[in-house]
């Protein structure tokens, strides 16, 4: 028998209407006046589409507008493909055709990188949230129940091919994500959660499902600032907040040695384990950091750290929260403590795949456990330690970044004959990538980073090309990216 749950922005509406419901600069909107907006919003939206299977993709930034256009699809029950705007044009392109979309959607600062897409999307309709708002409105027939199983949100993540795959995520997924979050910090009468994250992350996604879940406040900012955050944090406005760690080690380089206010009682960080020094300082702060261990594929955390815990087990993500569950396997076998083997999860808040991967589907599942591709161990307590990401992922400022996807655009060059790609520490990003190129002549360093440029999101451009006779590989010509590293010693 399926599951199903009212509509939740118009439940919410219903229960606590003049509750408010969203915070950005110096307005407010109560849930009443959102899921007002948001039915507006798809009385516009519906007059733009084909048919009632079609599905719409979004890209935009952290604006009242994008959170009025992400309810609004949930009104009309409608699959939404979240776009990360710090893409380049061509790197979306692929997953707009991916995932068949009919509509975009987006805001106006990305006016230049929508103009891009209609260029090389001739047949797909793409619409600023501007002109959508001018648009006629028409009579809609609003979603009264979602069933758990169906998929709302759509995000794509890259694999180790560096071929970037859409993650379907359901409403249960959503749910039960947000049902293991409170089950683990609580939920208070006064608070309220700060989105200082992209909304296109499932981080910042996360924290609108649990809004209207959980009827709180977003105060919402539209990109992340040290001083106006802190602001936020002393004024006693904010209790929750999702950060990473680049965004912590800002944050406290900003305040210096000032306090937060005591409302403040909850940092779910995530993006990478918390250095200790950071974590020391946190304590000696009286900052309530929580390390958590989470990806797209568990829609946010699957793992979370309490900061009691934080430095008597320095380098744990914690335990699985209370829906989900965790194991290491080596080989067919769960590992012992201390052992280190693959992790797998399972949970109401996992995906059930990837959209149009049906072998990868196939590879990723084992008697209903995720195989993340991440290595760990656990040790006696049952506290989970993560050794990689998914064995070569880069986190940068908490942005994935793998290194096959910089390897195939190093390859495309015509000097290049060989190419690795790997993670060097960074005090301020946490990690940056490294590209490592062989070449029949010396090659200019610039010249090929100005290459990567025209391909490659900012964040995904390797802070340093080095020249090199040979790449580490092994008997089966396979990369060992883990060697890499090496290199730069030599060079020196």
Not at 3 to 15: F, G, Q, V, Y
Not at 97 to 119: C, G, H, P, Q
Request: aromatic share 8%.
């Amino acid at each position: 028998m399926e599951t199903i749950t009212p509509n939740w922005l118009k439940k919410r509406a219903d229960l606590s209407p003049e509750r408010t419901a969203l915070i950005f600069n110096d307005q407010s909107w109560t849930f009443g006046e959102v899921f007002t907006l948001a039915t507006k919003i798809a009385g516009k939206i519906v007059g733009l589409l084909p048919g009632k299977s079609s599905r719409v993709a979004i890209l935009m930034n952290n604006t009242p507008e994008a959170v009025w256009v992400i309810y609004g699809l949930q009104q009309l029950g409608i699959e939404t493909v979240f776009l990360n705007s710090k893409l380049t044009a061509s790197e979306l392109e692929f997953q707009i055709i991916d995932s068949e979309t009919e509509l975009i959607i987006y805001d106006r600062s990305l006016k230049d990188k929508a103009n891009e897409l209609s260029v090389m999307l001739t047949e797909i309709l793409i619409v600023s949230v501007t002109e959508l708002e001018g648009r006629p409105t028409f009579e809609i027939a609003i979603r009264e129940e979602y069933r758990l199983d169906d998929v709302f949100s759509i995000m794509y993540t890259s694999g180790t091919t560096g071929k970037p795959k859409g993650v379907l995520q359901t409403f249960g997924n959503h749910w039960w994500s947000a049902a293991g979050s409170v089950l683990n910090i609580g939920l208070q009468e006064n608070d309220s959660w700060l989105c200082a994250v992209p909304i296109f992350h499932i981080s910042g996604l996360s924290i609108f499902m649990r809004s209207i879940i959980y009827g709180i406040p977003v105060i919402l900012v539209e990109k992340f600032d040290e001083r106006a955050v802190n602001r936020l944090l002393s004024s006693g406005k904010v209790t929750i907040m999702s950060a990473v760690t680049a965004m912590i080690n800002r944050m406290l380089t900003e305040q210096g040695n000032l306090p937060y206010h005591p409302a403040f009682r909850c940092l779910l960080a995530g993006g990478g384990p918390v250095p200790k020094p950071l974590l020391e300082v946190c304590k000696e702060r009286q900052i309530p950091v929580f390390q958590t261990y989470g990806m797209t594929e568990t829609s946010s955390q699957i793992a979370t750290l309490s900061p009691e815990d934080s430095l008597r087990k320095l380098g744990s993500a914690g335990k699985p929260l209370f829906p989900s569950q965790l194991k290491i396997m080596v080989e067919q076998e769960e590992a012992k403590p201390m052992q280190e083997g693959e992790i797998f999860v399972k949970g109401p808040n996992v995906t059930g795949g990837y959209l149009n991967r049906d072998e990868t589907n196939a590879d990723s599942f084992r008697d209903g456990w995720f195989s993340t591709g991440d290595l760990g161990f656990k040790d006696e307590e049952g506290f989970v330690y993560i050794l990689d990401r998914r064995s070569d992922l880069i986190i940068s400022g908490g942005e994935n970044i793998y290194p096959a996807e910089i390897e195939e655009i190093l390859l495309s060059h015509d000097e290049v004959a060989d190419a690795g790609v790997t993670g060097i520490s960074d005090k301020k990003w946490g990690h940056v990538p490294y590209g490592f190129v062989v070449a029949g002549k010396p090659i200019n360093e610039e010249e090929i980073l100005a290459f990567c440029r025209k391909s490659l999101a900012a964040y995904k451009v390797p802070k340093r090309i080095i020249q090199v006779n040979e790449l580490p590989r092994n008997g089966a010509n396979k990369l060992m990216r883990r060697l890499l590293s090496r290199l730069i010693e030599n060079e020196k």
